[in-house]
């Protein structure tokens, strides 16, 4: 006697009871264990390595250091580009590694780097200054606190911030924790140039004397027969007023300090970065969470921390909470669970509908063990609830109670034809259990393309591959080991056999079903022929990578000439700020000056630093709020020609930035920059586009100083010497230190502010000789003007420019790429040899997304044809299930044409998914006809019978697995899939009941017969 599970687990009620009851709750726990996030991590495989040759132009900075940096890294195997940013004395290379580089595997490609790096230090110029490197360019700071003072100096501020700080510092799970907008205190000694001159001094010797004074030197012990006794020196700073007042002496001349510089103290000066909230000074907080640890139990616990130290702020500093990423992931959660509750209401109420009430039960009691085992084994893979994992298990639901509706479907109909309880209850592993199995395998065959994309985006949307596979496997088991012991118990032991005579709905089926199989050809070649006017119809659907978020935040991105200072880009930052203070949208904002905000969540787009960059998080109250800050940002730029403000929502997935992007590549920087021009020019047509910009700007205005080397060494100078005077004037050098208690205070040297910021200082500056005599500069030099690069990009070690440019329509950037298409291609077949245009932006990123489904796709249907043909065992019956699985676009393509909807990403999942459900169907109906045709019925009426019987369940699965999916329709990033799949799911069942039968007959050649 062959083995039966189903028979098997009613002969161990007992065991199986308890087996269910320690699911439950082991599910349970593994449920609250579970971790949360709002959307899943992947791992970005960048990192940045900068290196510094001061003094040196863009163009030798290139040379000498970023292209020895890219000619090396071309060793990596696994490097898939490196691109640059090259301005005068720094090179910023980012490292990006192929999307197949395990997320195990980069950490020590990282450090493979750093190694490289080090292997080619000796091959740099002697003034070379050394690395640089940032592999944590990923590391999120999901909480961040602002602290806004009044009445406080910046120093102050920071020690308060910084006394936070060290608190959060003691948490359990706490990552990195920074400060963002501290301000380092300086003294600055501005000379005059003139003044020193006039006394006849040389300022490298006054600016000697002071460090020598200031110096912490050893001054010994005096060892008595008792004890050793310190010996120590005064006369080291403390304050600028002890600098001030210092009397020095140089040759035989004395003097103040005050009398050759003011002094006075202040901060560094231009900053680095500067933070500001709602448009006030303010010092940032950024928390992060130890990797592993539950979001939602730290951000309880860092509240504690946090309600502990508020009242410790002196009155004056406030504590703002900008960022608060569990309450958001809290948030983000409960509404999936939400939309997770009306899914598994949905799926019941049709069970209840279809079946009864108590059968309707016994699939009601299925639904949360298939879910109560799903949490247990995610919660062993550390799987965490979040939006894809929460998406797919609503996206399961209407799968995994297929099985469990078969089961129970095929035990009432044994019981209707007076079959005892317990015979009914084990005809499910005698009867269907096989054919479901291949179905399910089918089903979750169709998600392999998901679980072997190894791209970001492959990563990002992992968990949903292990989320089905798991809990349709685990259907399958329920529905043949769970099912049968609670059919056993809530089933009569009797049912009454439904009327023969078919109602007015089954009427009209059978007349149907009868037309199609009798027209077999006719329904064939329309079914064809709509399936064809469907792929037509794709040209009308709207192409996506990734939907924008739902997130109330509103990012503006401000970006200025590459030559600009820090203080331009303030100004620009301060008329912004008090832009939006008389705005009703903004519930608060923060600014950011020189950088980009922290990465508060994954997705977000981290900026290189720069001084003429800037960037506002606008929080608004809801999503009509951020629209319309949105539409006013964009008319408040109008107002700022030759600034790009850009205002962007946050993205799901990858980040790209402005969607449509081009990069031109050529030998030539000059030449890129120009042709660059032009190429915007083109997307300059499309009135569909607005704020168009490129990386490469107009070239900086350069004042060369041209010496006379035989003047200079009469004169007993060097080029450096000349080079040092300069750099004091303008940028300024750091004399010695000032101790105030644990902090540092640097003492620079500069010129004043007359001669800082003004080009005629060099005409009058002075320097002083080794003889201590005053020589004009111009004596020995000439003033030259010239233009310069101020930056220099390159990809792949080529000069690159990238055109960007944002949408101003509802358009999706790659419609409009596409019709850009053809006078792109003419452009780039008008380039001269050597240069080449590419896409970048959206349109790329879904490219090198898709690429690995496409690769995948044959072994996915290599596996479900396998598994056909084990099932089949014939290649005409194999055929003829295959043949319904294309036919879903009919579906697709409607629903998303009459939804707007667009095929993005995650759509294009659901339609390859969409493969294994409408097969799974197709293979439990033609199992079917070969069982009924094995019991002696003809071909035809086993075709129409098989049709018939099967059609209340395949409807019933097709209603649960179509209507789970409305809770998720009205999300901005499932919607797209959720109308692709219940679209495909109605026109695939309504072909399977109606095309499969035609084309069986079709196939077989099966003749009509009269009605039996």
Same mark, same amino acid.
């Given at each position: 006697m062959r083995f039966n599970l189903s028979d098997w687990s009613l002969r161990h009620r007992s065991f199986i009871w308890y087996l269910i009851l320690v699911s439950l709750l082991a599910g349970a726990y593994g449920y609250m264990s579970m971790g949360r996030e709002e959307d899943p991590a992947f791992t970005i495989k960048t990192m940045i390595v900068q290196a510094s040759l001061?003094?040196?132009?863009?163009?030798?900075?290139? $040379?000498?250091?970023? %292209?020895?940096?890219?000619?090396?890294?071309?060793?990596?195997?696994?490097?898939?580009?490196?691109?640059s940013e090259t301005s005068p004395g720094m090179a910023t290379v980012y490292v990006e590694l192929t999307a197949e580089t395990r997320s195990a595997a980069v950490a020590a490609t990282w450090q493979r780097v750093r190694n490289m790096m080090n292997d080619i230090r000796g091959d740099f110029p002697q003034e070379f200054a050394g690395f640089g490197f940032n592999d944590s360019f990923g590391d999120v700071y999901g909480n961040i606190y602002a602290f806004t003072y009044d009445g406080f100096t910046p120093t102050e501020a920071k020690h308060w911030a910084e006394t936070v700080q060290d608190a959060v510092l003691q948490m359990k799970d706490a990552g990195k924790v920074d400060l963002v907008g501290t301000q380092d205190?300086?003294?600055?000694?501005?000379?005059?140039?003139?003044?020193?001159?006039?006394?006849?001094?040389? $300022?490298?010797?006054?600016?000697?004397?002071?460090? #020598?004074?200031? @110096?912490?030197?050893?001054?010994?012990?005096?060892?008595?027969? /008792?004890?050793k006794v310190m010996v120590r020196v005064s006369g080291r700073f403390s304050t600028a007023e002890d600098l001030a007042a210092t009397t020095l002496r140089v040759g035989d001349t004395f003097f103040a300090l005050s009398d050759v510089a003011d002094v006075r103290a202040g901060y560094v000066d231009p900053a680095k970065v500067l933070y500001r909230y709602d448009g006030k000074p303010a010092i940032a907080l950024i928390v992060g969470m130890r990797a592993g640890a539950?979001?939602?139990?730290?951000?309880?616990?860092?509240?504690?921390?946090?309600?502990?130290?508020?009242?410790?702020?002196?009155?004056?500093?406030?504590?703002?909470?900008?960022?608060?990423?569990?309450?958001?992931?809290?948030?983000?959660? #409960?509404?999936?669970?939400?939309?997770?509750?009306?899914?598994?209401?949905?799926?019941?109420?049709?069970?209840?509908?279809?079946?009864?009430?108590?059968?309707?039960?016994?699939?009601?009691?299925?639904?949360?063990?298939?879910?109560?085992? $799903?949490?247990?084994?995610?919660?062993?893979?550390?799987?965490?609830?979040?939006? +894809?994992?929460?998406?797919?298990?609503? +996206?399961?639901?209407?799968?995994?109670?297929?099985?469990?509706?078969?089961?129970?479907?095929?035990?009432?109909?044994?019981?209707?034809? /007076?079959?005892?309880?317990?015979? @009914?209850?084990?005809?499910?592993?005698?009867?269907?259990?096989?054919?479901?199995?291949?179905?399910?395998?089918?089903?979750?065959a169709g998600f392999i393309p998901i679980g072997l994309n190894t791209s970001a985006a492959g990563e990002y949307t992992i968990s949903l591959f292990y989320v089905i596979v798991i809990s349709l496997l685990l259907s399958w088991v329920v529905a043949v080991l769970f099912a049968p012991i609670l059919g056993m118990t809530f089933l009569p032991k009797t049912m009454k056999h439904h009327s023969t005579e078919p109602g007015r709905v089954r009427r009209v089926f059978h007349r149907m079903l009868r037309l199609a199989m009798r027209a077999k050809r006719l329904t064939v070649a329309l079914t064809l022929a709509v399936f064809g006017l469907s792929l037509f119809g794709m040209k009308f659907v709207e192409q996506q990578f990734f939907p924008t978020s739902d997130r109330p935040e509103l990012i503006v991105d401000v970006t200025l000439r590459n030559n600009a200072s820090f203080n331009s880009t303030d100004a620009v930052m301060g008329q912004l700020d008090t832009w939006l203070a008389s705005r009703e949208e903004p519930t608060y904002w923060s600014t950011y000056v020189g950088r980009?905000?922290?990465?508060?969540?994954?997705?977000?787009?981290?900026?290189?630093?720069?001084?003429?960059?800037?960037?506002?998080?606008?929080?608004?109250?809801?999503?009509?709020?951020?629209?319309?800050?949105? @539409?006013?940002?964009? %008319?408040?730029?109008?107002?700022?020609? /030759?600034?790009?403000?850009?205002?962007?929502?946050?993205?799901?997935?990858?980040?790209?930035?402005?969607?449509?992007?081009?990069?031109?590549?050529g030998p030539d920087p000059d030449r890129v920059s120009d042709l660059g021009r032009d190429l915007a020019a083109i997307l300059a047509t499309d009135s569909r586009l607005h704020m168009i910009t490129q990386n490469f700007s107009e070239p900086a205005r350069v004042a060369r100083v041209v010496l006379d080397q035989d003047k200079l060494r009469q004169l007993g100078l060097t080029q450096t010497d000349v080079a040092q005077a300069l750099y004091a004037l303008f940028d300024g050098v750091t004399v010695t230190e000032v101790r105030d208690g644990k902090t540092l205070v640097d003492v620079v040297a500069r010129g004043n502010a007359a001669d800082r910021s003004s080009v005629a200082s060099l005409q009058d500056m002075q320097l002083g000789n080794a003889a201590g005599q005053p020589i004009p500069l111009l004596s020995f030099a000439t003033l030259e003007w010239t233009l310069e690069q101020p930056m220099i990009h390159q990809r792949n070690r080529l000069p690159t420019v990238t055109v960007k440019a944002a949408v101003a329509t509802k358009d999706q950037p790659a419609t409009i790429a596409a019709a850009l298409k053809s006078r792109i291609d003419d452009f780039a077949a008008a380039l001269p040899a050597g240069y080449a245009v590419e896409n970048g932006g959206s349109v790329e990123s879904s490219a090198e997304s898709q690429a690995p489904i496409v690769a995948v796709v044959p072994i996915m249907l290599l596996i479900m044809v396998t598994l056909v043909m084990v099932q089949m065992q014939s290649f005409r019956r194999s055929f003829v299930v295959l043949a319904v699985a294309p036919l879903g676009m009919i579906g697709v393509v409607?629903?998303?044409?009459?939804?707007?909807?667009?095929?993005?990403?995650? @759509?294009i999942l659901g339609v390859l998914a969409l493969v294994g459900i409408l097969i799974r169907n197709s293979i439990i109906l033609v199992h079917e006809i070969e069982e009924l045709q094995h019991r002696g019925l003809s071909r035809w009426h086993a075709v129409f019978d098989a049709t018939d019987s099967r059609a209340r369940p395949i409807l019933l699965t097709a209603?649960?697995?179509?209507?789970?999916?409305?809770?998720?329709?009205?999300q901005v990033f499932w919607g797209p899939m959720a109308y692709a799949m219940m679209g495909g799911i109605i026109v695939g069942t309504l072909l399977t009941l109606l095309f499969v039968p035609a084309l069986y007959c079709l196939v077989f050649r099966i003749k009509p017969e009269p009605a039996a």
């Open positions: 001061p003094g040196a132009t863009a163009e030798e900075t290139l $040379t000498q250091v970023t %292209e020895r940096i890219e000619k090396k890294l071309q060793e990596l195997e696994n490097l898939k580009f490196t691109r205190p300086v003294i600055f000694l501005e000379f005059s140039a003139r003044r020193l001159a006039a006394l006849g001094l040389d $300022t490298a010797t006054v600016l000697d004397t002071l460090a #020598n004074q200031n @110096a912490i030197t050893p001054s010994g012990i005096i060892r008595t027969p /008792g004890e539950n979001i939602q139990t730290f951000g309880e616990a860092l509240d504690e921390v946090i309600a502990e130290m508020a009242p410790e702020l002196p009155v004056g500093i406030e504590m703002h909470k900008v960022s608060d990423q569990p309450k958001v992931v809290e948030e983000s959660v #409960n509404h999936f669970l939400r939309a997770l509750v009306e899914a598994v209401v949905i799926v019941l109420a049709v069970s209840f509908v279809a079946l009864g009430v108590r059968a309707g039960l016994v699939v009601t009691m299925a639904i949360p063990l298939v879910l109560a085992l $799903t949490f247990v084994l995610l919660a062993m893979m550390d799987i965490t609830l979040q939006r +894809i994992s929460l998406g797919a298990l609503i +996206i399961a639901l209407g799968l995994l109670v297929d099985d469990a509706m078969i089961s129970i479907e095929l035990m009432i109909s044994r019981l209707e034809i /007076g079959e005892s309880l317990e015979r @009914a209850a084990s005809a499910a592993w005698s009867s269907i259990a096989f054919p479901m199995l291949t179905g399910t395998l089918v089903t979750m980009s905000a922290p990465r508060f969540i994954l997705a977000f787009d981290s900026m290189t630093p720069a001084d003429n960059f800037g960037q506002i998080v606008v929080m608004t109250g809801d999503l009509a709020a951020r629209d319309s800050l949105k @539409a006013a940002v964009a %008319e408040f730029s109008e107002t700022l020609p /030759g600034i790009d403000i850009f205002a962007k929502y946050l993205e799901l997935g990858p980040p790209v930035g402005k969607p449509v992007q081009y990069r031109l590549s409607a629903a998303l044409l009459a939804s707007g909807a667009p095929l993005g990403f995650v @759509a209603a649960a697995a179509s209507l789970a999916l409305i809770p998720i329709s009205r």
